[in-house]
C-alpha cells in the first residue's frame, strides 16, 4: 500500500514537472516570436494579467452580425480555468447582448492539450493574413461573407493570434499543413470548453 502510494506521488510530481516544462516552452516561444501582437479586448487583457498563459480560440464574424465568439483556457500556478466570451459588435448593441461565463474544464485534458502546442510548435503557425487562400493556386474556391477564426496565444508580457479566413472551408477545397494544425487545435480547444468550432 505504502510503495503503490509512494509510485503515485512519484508519477504526480513527474507530470507536474513534465507540464510546467512544457507551459515554460510555450511562453519562452511566444515571448521570442517575431509576429508578438498587443492584446486589445479588456477581456482578454483581464485574463492576461490574472494568468501565467491564455489560450482562446475566436471566431470573428465582421459580415451580417457582427460578433465575435471565444473559448478559452487558462493556466496559474498550474490550475486550468475555462471560459465562454461572447462579444456583441452590433451598433446600438443590436443582436445577442455580450456575455462572459466560466465552464468547467478537465485539467488532463488540458495538459494534454498543452503537450500538443508544444510538441507541434504551435507558435509557428503563421495564418493566411487575409490572402492566398489557396496556394496552391486552386482558383475554384470561392467563399463569400464567412467567417475567420483566429487562435490567440497570450503570455503575461507578449501574444500571438494567427488567423485563416473560412478555414474549414479551405481545408476541403486546398489542404494546407499549417492551416490543417490549426483546424486540428481549434478543435481541441472546443472539445475541452464544450463548444463549436464550426467557422462556416
Excluded at 504551435?122 to 475554384?140: L, M, R, T, V
Excluded at 470561392?142 to 479566413?165: C, E, G, H, Q, V
Aim: with cysteine; net charge neutral.
Amino acid at each position: 500500500m505504502i510503495k503503490s502510494c509512494l509510485n503515485l506521488i512519484i508519477t504526480m510530481a513527474l507530470i507536474t514537472t513534465g507540464c510546467s516544462a512544457q507551459k515554460n516552452l510555450l511562453i519562452t516561444s511566444i515571448e521570442s516570436s517575431p509576429g508578438k501582437n498587443t492584446v486589445e479586448d479588456s477581456a482578454l487583457q483581464k485574463l492576461q494579467s490574472e494568468n501565467d498563459i491564455v489560450i482562446a480560440y475566436a471566431i470573428e464574424n465582421f459580415a451580417w452580425v457582427k460578433s465575435i465568439d471565444y473559448q478559452i483556457i487558462a493556466q496559474k500556478d498550474g490550475e486550468w480555468k475555462g471560459y465562454r466570451y461572447h462579444k456583441n459588435l452590433m451598433r446600438s448593441n443590436a443582436g445577442s447582448p455580450t456575455s462572459f461565463s466560466n465552464v468547467a474544464v478537465n485539467s488532463r485534458d488540458c495538459d494534454a492539450f498543452l503537450n500538443y502546442l508544444t510538441d507541434n510548435k504551435a507558435w509557428e503557425i503563421k495564418g493566411d493574413q487575409q490572402g492566398n487562400f489557396c496556394s496552391d493556386g486552386n482558383q475554384n474556391c470561392n467563399i463569400n461573407d464567412a467567417a475567420s477564426a483566429r487562435l490567440w496565444m497570450i503570455t503575461k508580457n507578449s501574444a500571438i493570434n494567427p488567423s485563416y479566413y473560412a478555414p474549414d472551408f479551405f481545408q476541403k477545397c486546398c489542404p494546407d499543413t499549417q492551416r490543417g494544425l490549426f483546424l486540428s487545435i481549434t478543435k481541441k480547444i472546443s472539445t475541452i470548453t464544450g463548444g463549436s468550432a464550426n467557422t462556416q
